[in-house]
């Protein structure tokens, strides 16, 4: 006796390709999440320690400028400049860098965190 051979797949062979089709995208999606949202955060904390070794940087360098504007710019409420935090006098522009963009920075990790385990599938959290 030959074994039956099946030409279409049965509606369960259908979910199944289905579920670890959506569980693969799922998975990728939540760990390029993450890698996209601790690349931000490396960068704000590689923007406030360029400032604070600012005398000891060449600020027209090009990676250096790329480093600190890129900073700037996804900073949000965290600016260096107005900030949520705004010390005056000496090392001023350190402090706000260092304190603002490092809070900056953890809220960029929480979000790619959270975000991540909402994206990810059950079984993979």
């Known amino acids: ?24 995208i799922r998975t990728k999606l939540a760990r390029v999440w993450s890698i996209v949202f601790g690349v931000l955060a490396a960068i704000l904390a590689l923007g406030a320690l360029l400032v604070v070794l600012r005398d000891n940087v060449n600020e027209s360098n090009s990676v250096v400028k790329l480093i600190t504007d890129v900073a700037d710019a996804i900073s949000g409420p ?6 949520v935090f705004d010390f005056t006098g000496k090392n001023a522009e350190s402090k706000n860098a260092l ?14 965190r959270v975000g991540a385990n909402v994206i990810a599938p059950k079984s993979t959290r």
């Open 1 to 24: 006796m030959s074994p039956k051979v099946r030409t279409d797949d049965s509606p369960d062979d259908r979910k199944r390709q289905q579920d670890a089709t959506q569980f693969a």
């Open 78 to 83: 965290f600016s260096r400049d107005d900030g």
């Open 99 to 112: 304190l603002n963009w490092g809070i900056a920075a953890i809220v960029y990790l929480v979000i790619g």
